[in-house]
């Protein structure tokens, strides 16, 4: 008999919408969680109106809720609001991002919600956090983009700033949510009580900066704009081929004399000029276009069997359509199937964390709007159908 999944049994309340909250709410589901998406009566989150659409479903809502329950509530009506309350007190877990204040002023806030359930693990995720003096602004992924420093890190020397290809602000704030989950759930275990996890998409950001803030900090050298240069490592970028792209990565001397070798460039490795790794560096201005002459000779696929060979990191730039047909990602059970009420076939990516005693799954696809409404107030709240029918003719529900 395969082992429980790690989250099974713990209600998680998600109150979230688009991507940050979704996203965090959808790791926790894949990995057994009972996630009860909770969505505005009529309309839902936000992105099930963005296009395009497969069966009149949002391919952008499908792609990070799926394994999630859905009921519409009203949290403007002091019923919905009781009714929140109600469920709170009998989950685990509770996510928002909405902006800072906007839970309190419901009377649902952390310091009211942890009254009822002291075991609550209470999930806030926002732009700019609660506190500072920028707390109170509204948090989207360009935004945080911009102001994180990642944008004036990408891009090339001689153009504007450029965001990310994905919105990585929000996925690595979600990324980070169900990360602190996690941690207070562990420490529930412990101390018997939930606490506030609190996930800033700025802080989050200006964390990954990491080694380029440490050239900064401590080096007193502000990282610029590279295109895909490294700042400390060469070859370490894309170069092209006589039919495409290829990124190498040589991080080291001994991967250099092998690149040099599969190049049929061994005298290369013995030029004083790019013998180390700081003179590689010193001497990118050379090099590069070297290298770039070397690669355009033969085809990336040529490229890629020399390179592999000896054991140099190197790969071709994929297109989008192309990761998603992978049969590397397929055999790995990151290319997955599931059936939907509307949609028939929703394909996406898998769960890409992988516990070998208690896996995860993608078990169920993204609800469609108030699916759960009736099944969760039943049993969760042992409504009876009555009162829910009351509840969806005066707009609670």
Not at 18 to 42: F, N, S
Not at 288 to 298: S, Y
Request: overall charge positive.
């Amino acid at each position: 008999m395969p082992a429980e999944q790690p989250l099974k049994g713990v209600r998680i309340l998600d109150l979230t919408r688009v991507l940050a909250g979704p996203y965090c709410a959808m790791l926790l589901g894949d990995m057994g969680a009972e996630v009860i998406k909770v969505e505005e009566p009529g309309k839902g989150d936000d992105t099930r109106g963005w296009p395009p659409f497969a069966g009149g479903e949002s391919t952008y809502f499908m792609s990070v809720n799926r394994n999630k329950k859905s009921i519409t509530l009203n949290l403007k009506a002091p019923e919905g609001r009781d009714i929140l309350r109600k469920l709170a007190k009998k989950s685990d877990v509770l996510l928002e991002n909405f902006r800072t204040g906007t839970m309190e002023k419901l009377g649902l806030g952390y310091a009211t919600l942890s009254k009822l359930n002291p075991r609550l693990v209470y999930c806030a995720i926002s732009g700019f956090g609660e506190s500072g003096p920028e707390s109170h602004r509204g948090g989207y992924d360009l935004i945080v983009q911009a102001e994180s420093g990642v944008m004036d890190l990408t891009g090339f020397p001689d153009g504007p700033p450029v965001k990310v290809g994905n919105s990585i602000a929000d996925l690595v704030a979600g990324m980070s949510g169900a990360h602190g989950v996690t941690l207070a759930l562990l420490a529930r275990h412990k101390t018997r009580r939930g606490q506030k996890v609190e996930i800033a998409m700025l802080d989050v950001m200006a964390s990954l900066l990491t080694y380029q803030a440490g050239m900064y900090l401590n080096a007193g050298r502000p990282p610029a704009r590279r295109g895909n240069e490294h700042p400390s490592i060469v070859p370490y970028e894309v170069f092209k081929a006589a039919d495409g792209y290829l990124a190498l990565g040589v991080a080291n001397n001994s991967l250099w004399e092998r690149c040099c070798a599969a190049l049929e460039r061994s005298d290369l490795a013995k030029d004083p000029r790019y013998a180390t790794e700081a003179s590689r560096v010193e001497n990118r201005g050379t090099l590069v276009p070297l290298l770039n002459q070397v690669l355009a000779a033969r085809s990336g696929e040529d490229w890629m069997k020399r390179l592999e060979a000896v054991g140099v990191p190197a790969g071709r730039i994929r297109t989008v359509p192309q990761v998603c047909e992978s049969e590397h990602l397929r055999a790995r059970g990151m290319l997955v199937a599931l059936p939907h009420a509307k949609a028939g076939t929703v394909k996406m990516m898998g769960v890409p964390i992988r516990l070998h005693a208690t896996p995860g799954k993608a078990r169920t696809a993204a609800p469609v709007l108030g699916r759960d409404t009736d099944a969760v107030l039943t049993r969760v709240l042992g409504l009876r159908r009555a009162d829910v029918q009351r509840l969806r003719q005066t707009g609670v529900l």
